[in-house]
């Protein structure tokens, strides 16, 4: 894949703004990866860093389960249920880590409810593998 930068766009966002899939890549396309334990239950209610690690950590095994990894998604989008920027840069920055260098496009948005009860962090992600 061809992570995309324009020298016309500010290079101060942590992402580049497209990517491109090789051709003849096969796309996986995740939902969204909710901070539920292996229970169906909601991890650390109230704690944002921890709910967006137990995301992290899901949306990895979604991904591989797939034939993909972290390092193969070319789009993620993080909601965090919050209408505080801070609280949106706390999951963000998990998020971040998480990717490592692979820095591929994202869109972060504060939203008012997530589907779970006590759930904060949800990210969903396009991935391509193969040729």
Known sequence: ?????????????????AAV?????????TAGACPLDAAGET???GDIAAQAEQVMENLRIALRAAGA?????????VYV??????DLVTAWDV???????HDAPSTLLGVSVLGY????????AVAAVGE
């Not at 894949?1 to 580049?16: G, N």
């Not at 899939?21 to 396309?29: D, E, N, Q, S």
């Not at 009860?117 to 969903?124: A, H, M, T, Y």
């Open 81 to 86: 249920a919050s209408t505080d920027r801070k």
């Open 117 to 124: 009860p006590d759930q904060l962090v949800e990210v969903e």
């Open 21 to 29: 899939t090789p051709p003849g890549a096969r796309l996986v396309f």
């Open 1 to 17: 894949m061809t992570l995309v930068r324009s020298s016309d766009l500010t290079d101060k966002a942590p992402y580049a703004y």
């Open 69 to 77: 990894d972290l390092d193969d998604v070319l789009k993620t989008t």
């Open 95 to 101: 998020v971040r880590r998480h990717f490592g260098s």
């Open 43 to 45: 991890v650390a209610p």
